[in-house]
């Protein structure tokens, strides 16, 4: 029973429907099949043609014996086998040579799988099992090779074709030999007619039916994303996935259609996202699996590269969640120095005055940078971290700088598109699903809900792409909240575009990290994601609604400025940090009958982040985000606990440990 087990893998769509088959651990295209994954008239036909008393006899059938054996000492050589199915199914578990000793084994094997399984049980075998030609075997892999559709739906001709390629599956494949495989299923037509089991007219009409002349392809999207689940679910025959089998195609053919007006060793990803669930939709990590020149089998998904100005969004969506900005905050875009760091854009010039929603529209570096300096690069990296997503530091780097804004880390398309996700749920960040028997991972806050909104507001007004003009339908769906972003040297273009329903990621480049002049965000990516959405259902989601346009912003928000504090930050100043727990004087029952001792959570409250946690004046921990920490004492005593902010402000308790 070996073989009936090597069976190959199917990855399906959300619907059911194969997105990628494999082939079994020996190479052949073999899927199970039972009766009812086929049409009727197969089994009426095969049943006529192979075996007409196979529901009867207990595997092999003496009369066909008495008639294969009359038949042959007339003809004087061997014309007739008397083969029943379940010898057949015997003969395919354990193949062997045709002599007369492998076919008294056959029967002993026959009445054995007889005795042991029902009949549905092992025409399910032969449908499994059957030889089809090349490494083609069962029903439900011959169908689409040859007819490119299911079993269930095989007409007649069909059906017989199929009936009859078993006996000599090299001999009749009709894409090879058309007149030999027209003329063996025009003889297990005649004998369905002679069994009753065809009318003699729908005979005829079956027989002008002209065969297959050449083989199909087996479904084969998504190869990146099916390996992984394959990997995931070992030993399971079907692996379900939540992308929509005819979107992913489609963006396939896009991506393939894309690539043509690429370097010829440049590739591309696309994600496409349900808000709403989480779920992936599309999943493309190179244009061609097998394309060795773009290095295709590298699902450009998962791979970390620069993202350029992609993550400024998140940037300027803490700094409204800390108070220190408002969309309508005026900005200064001018030559700036940060220490020895001098950003400038990407067109190597300047824009003086505007507000802190143009800058974001307009992808501008220095207030970006502003900005982050204001809210702390290890603040903003943490406060990715915690929401799942992973930066990559440049080999040799201690710890985040401002170049982070620009840049200055590595990401996946998949933390990126999960990251813009999070503006369409009000901030909150989670895991994206591509396997949906995977439990779902949990959900962090990166944005308050009113931070979030005024992010995805300001990037629905941000220009389309050159060229790309939207009609008045496209236009009522709801704008698309654009974001591009291209690293360093032109190596790699993003875009990413949020809707209340959707999100798309698309990522452009060489996965060689050559650069790629003159492709960036903008003019390479930013087109491909909007052909994207116009594949997509009509019902996008509603848009994140105005931004107060007209609205000044609190007095002390109206401006922020390189090389000074932040206004706001000062008429905000927090209260000194306060230890909640533990209080001074306290006792603490910290230590166990053997004197180990159980962690106890500091607390805190007040202070500007990042917070120095010590113990007896020395410093056991630093939390940019958070105000508390687990600590465990070192043995029973007095020590003295602090909480020291960013300002130099402290709280102390003296407790003891017992």
């Not at 295209?29 to 049409?39: E, F, G, N, S």
């Not at 087109?527 to 000044?552: C, F």
Request: charged fraction near 20%; glycine fraction near 8%.
């Amino acid at each position: 029973m070996q073989r009936l087990q090597d069976l190959s893998v199917t990855v399906t769509d959300r619907a059911g429907e194969p997105l990628r088959i494999f082939t079994s651990r020996a190479g052949a295209w073999r899927l199970p099949a039972t009766a009812d994954q086929v049409a009727p008239a197969f089994i009426d036909l095969l049943l006529a043609y192979e075996d007409r008393r196979f529901r009867d006899h207990p595997g092999v059938d003496p009369l066909a014996v008495l008639r294969a054996a009359g038949q042959n000492l007339t003809a004087g050589r061997v014309v007739s086998g008397a083969s029943t199915l379940t010898m057949q199914v015997a003969r395919l578990l354990e193949p062997r040579p045709r002599t007369l000793r492998s076919k008294l084994i056959e029967m002993a094997r026959a009445a054995q799988l007889e005795w042991r399984y029902d009949k549905p049980a092992i025409l399910a075998m032969y449908l499994t099992l059957a030889p089809y030609g090349g490494n083609v075997e069962g029903i439900r892999a011959a169908s689409p090779t040859l007819f490119g559709k299911p079993p269930t739906e095989l007409t007649p001709a069909e059906a017989a074709l199929l009936v009859a390629l078993p006996q000599a599956p090299s001999l009749l494949r009709p894409d090879r030999a058309a007149e030999r495989a027209r003329a063996a299923r025009d003889k297990v037509l005649d004998r369905a007619v002679l069994a009753g089991s065809l009318s003699p007219r729908a005979a005829e009409e079956a027989k002008q039916e002209p065969v297959p002349a050449a083989k199909l392809p087996l479904p084969a999207s998504a190869p990146h994303l099916a390996d992984a689940l394959r990997g995931a679910h070992p030993g399971q025959p079907v692996v379900a996935s939540t992308l929509d089998g005819g979107l992913q195609r489609t963006v396939e053919a896009m991506a393939r259609r894309e690539a043509e007006t690429l370097h010829e060793r440049a590739g591309l990803a696309v994600l496409v996202v349900d808000n709403r669930s989480r779920s992936v939709l599309a999943w493309v990590g190179s244009p061609d699996f097998l394309d060795e020149r773009r290095q295709g089998p590298i699902d450009m998904v998962r791979a970390v590269r620069s993202p350029g100005s992609a993550l400024k969004p998140f940037i300027y969506g803490l700094g409204f969640d800390e108070g220190l900005i408002h969309p309508l905050t005026q900005v200064a875009d001018v030559s700036t120095r940060f220490g020895d760091y001098a950003p400038r854009n990407f067109d190597r010039g300047f824009s003086g005055d505007l507000t802190v929603a143009e800058a974001l529209q307009r992808s501008l570096n220095v207030p970006a940078v502003l900005v982050l300096d204001r809210v702390g690069p290890m603040r903003f990296t943490e406060a990715l971290r915690r929401a799942g997503a992973t930066l990559v530091m440049p080999p040799g780097t201690a710890e985040p700088g401002l170049p982070v804004a620009l840049g200055g880390a590595s990401i996946s398309l998949l933390d990126m598109a999960a990251l813009y996700a999070g503006l369409a749920r009000d901030g909150m960040v989670a895991p994206l699903r591509a396997d949906p028997t995977a439990a779902e991972g949990a959900a962090n806050r990166l944005l308050s809900p009113a931070a979030a909104q005024q992010v995805r507001a300001i990037l629905e007004g941000a220009a389309p792409p050159t060229g790309v003009v939207q009609d008045q339908g496209q236009q009522a769906l709801g704008p698309i909240a654009l974001k591009t972003g291209t690293s360093y040297g032109f190596r790699d273009a993003w875009a990413f575009g949020v809707t209340e329903r959707y999100t798309v990621g698309v990522w452009v480049g060489r996965p060689d990290g050559t650069p790629s002049p003159d492709r960036y965000g903008r003019n390479t990516a930013a087109p491909l994601l909007y052909r994207v959405y116009d594949l997509l259902p009509r019902d996008r989601g509603r848009p994140a609604g105005p931004l107060a346009a007209g609205t000044a912003p609190p007095a002390l928000l109206r401006r922020l400025n390189a090389g000074e504090p932040a206004l706001a930050a000062a008429a905000r100043q927090p209260d000194p940090p306060r230890l909640v727990f533990p209080s001074n004087d306290m006792v603490l029952e910290a230590l166990s009958p053997d004197g180990q001792a159980d962690p106890l959570t500091l607390t805190a409250t007040g202070g500007r982040r990042p917070l120095s946690w010590l113990v007896d004046g020395r410093r056991v921990a630093v939390t940019p985000i958070r105000r508390d920490i687990d600590w465990t004492p070192g043995g029973a005593g007095t020590v003295r606990i602090t909480v020291l902010d960013a300002d130099g402000r402290s709280d102390s308790a003296t407790v003891e440990i017992r």
